[in-house]
């Protein structure tokens, strides 16, 4: 595979977008914080860099800089908004709070030729306060506003380039034309980051990591999981043994498909632990999201490892732990982030793990991890089916997680989900990058009661939310804008049809500000 690009994260909200944005164009590409160790980045072998933007003012006394191997390595650079601004600062130039700040679309207009920017005027996304009052030595400007003398500035020479809008976002028409030049022509990679690609490294990861041993696949009948335990089917064959847990959490019909789907579809070698009233347990009381999540993460070991020492010596799982999973998560390859929600296979794993794990989509956002699964032979309905957390229905059961109120949740889930279905809004494999289907659609029960009427009488019971979103990546998403008469049906049929139910809402907030999940 031809080396990728490294993405250095000043802190930006659209940091993961970048990565996202470049795998598209079917290059790899890996997303480190600014001050991560040169050895670490290096080690990628990149064709360039780009930087991100961020919060700072790069001129502020604490405010991250570029490392100096980054300006050393004679690759070539991309700045993106505070990223331009610290190859600006870095480079001798100067950067000042901008008499205005420019926020939202603009118009830049390209003032020479050169290979990042095509001639002419076209609408940006920008989001900054300061702006380059003198350019470094050996730049030029390249593109302009009215409020941004320095819109894009370049020095064609050393390849470096900066730009003070943000080109990863929808908002930018063209920005995925300008990501291509930066990294196709600029940097000279190839796109050879495919599904058969990552089929092929994986296998010989997998084959190199376990030898001769036996593992066992932590399957959850995810989208995810499911595709994780295929890869390593794919690579070691009968050494692996797929294990289901039932845990209680699970959607209506739940366990059914994920048995027929590995036994008669896959062939695979598959066993199924009743566990629910082990999880019930270890969660009777508990009401905090990220204990539940860290409760169901050791339960979820701690059954593993029962069913492995029943099995005899195993002495690798099989997890399908994603991208997002480790960026929301804040694992130790991505210690400057933010904690946004503790996942359960990353955060929530005990420190006396006994297994050594295999996680072969720890780096793939989850468009790749569904091209995977398409190019490993899984069936289309299992491949493209609503996405579901590893902890289940706990994390939609807000509040204490019981039986009784689980089986609420349940039935209002699979109401408004096999209504979407029928009335064609649930996303299988997306035409296009503009596909607005929903993307992933579920219930959330309340820990509240409000008051009602039902025959006359006065009720006092649960609030039932709706959620449903658009998608392409699952790091941003939409709220998706359902048709009224569609909502007012669902909602009678979850009033009418789930005991203890008198009210119901639907979600309309985004993410961000907003998580998809509401724990």
Request: charged share 20%; with cysteine.
């Amino acid at each position: 595979m031809n080396t990728g690009i490294a993405i250095l994260d000043f802190g930006s909200q659209y940091s993961q977008l970048i990565a996202r944005r470049v795998r598209e164009l079917q290059v790899y590409c890996e997303l480190f914080p600014w001050d991560a160790p040169a050895e670490q980045v290096m080690a990628l072998r990149p064709r360039g860099f780009i930087l991100s933007g961020g919060p700072a003012s790069v001129y502020a006394p604490d405010a991250p800089q570029i490392p100096r191997y980054v300006l050393e390595s004679g690759r070539p650079i991309l700045g993106i908004c505070y990223g331009m601004q610290a190859l600006a600062h870095a480079l001798g130039g100067k950067v000042a709070p901008a008499p205005e700040r420019e926020y939202g679309p603009a118009e830049i207009e390209t003032l020479t030729p050169n290979p990042l920017l095509p001639m002419g005027r076209q609408r940006v996304w920008m989001s900054h306060g300061d702006r380059i009052e003198a350019l470094p030595a050996g730049f030029q400007i390249l593109a302009r506003t009215p409020n941004s003398p320095v819109a894009a500035m370049g020095d064609l020479a050393r390849h470096y380039y900066g730009v003070q809008f943000h080109p990863e976002v929808h908002h930018t028409p063209g920005g995925k034309e300008i990501l291509r030049r930066f990294v196709m022509d600029i940097c000279g990679a190839t796109p050879d980051w495919t599904p058969a690609s990552i089929i092929t490294q994986a296998v010989e990861h997998i084959r190199a990591q376990v030898g001769s041993e036996r593992a066992l696949a932590a399957v959850s009948g995810g989208v995810d999981s499911s595709v994780a335990a295929a890869l390593v089917q794919r690579a070691i064959g009968e050494q692996l043994v797929a294990v289901f847990v039932d845990t209680g959490l699970l959607r209506q019909g739940e366990r059914e498909q994920v048995e027929i789907t590995f036994r008669k579809t896959l062939g695979a070698n598959l066993i199924v632990v009743d566990a629910a009233e082990t999880f019930l347990n270890a969660l009777k009381g508990v009401t905090d999201p990220e204990q539940k999540r860290r409760i169901i993460g050791e339960t979820f070991i701690r059954v593993f490892e029962r069913e492995a020492r029943r099995l005899g010596t195993i002495r690798f799982l099989v997890q399908g732990t994603i991208y997002p999973d480790v960026v929301e998560s804040s694992a130790p390859d991505r210690s400057r982030a933010q904690r946004i929600k503790t996942h359960h296979n990353v955060g929530g794993l005990p420190a006396d793990l006994s297994f050594e794990l295999i996680e072969p989509l720890r780096y793939l956002f989850k468009d790749e991890v569904r091209l995977v699964g398409e190019a490993l032979g899984l069936p289309p309905g299992l491949v493209w089916r609503q996405p579901f957390p590893g902890p289940g229905l706990a994390v939609r059961c807000l509040g204490e997680v019981t039986a009784e109120r689980l089986a609420r949740l349940r039935a209002a889930d699979a109401i408004f989900t096999s209504e979407l279905e029928r009335a064609g809004f649930l996303q299988q494999r997306p035409v296009s990058a503009e596909e607005s289907a929903v993307a992933q659609a579920f219930a959330v029960l309340l820990p509240v009661q409000s008051v009602g009427v039902m025959g006359d009488q006065r009720t006092y019971q649960d609030v039932i939310a709706l959620r449903a979103v658009t998608t392409q990546d699952f790091m941003t998403a939409h709220w998706a804008r359902l048709p009224n008469d569609l909502l007012e049906r669902i909602a009678n049929r979850i009033v009418n049809e789930v005991d203890g139910i008198n009210r119901v809402v639907y979600d309309i907030t985004s993410k961000p500000p907003a998580t998809i999940e509401w724990e």
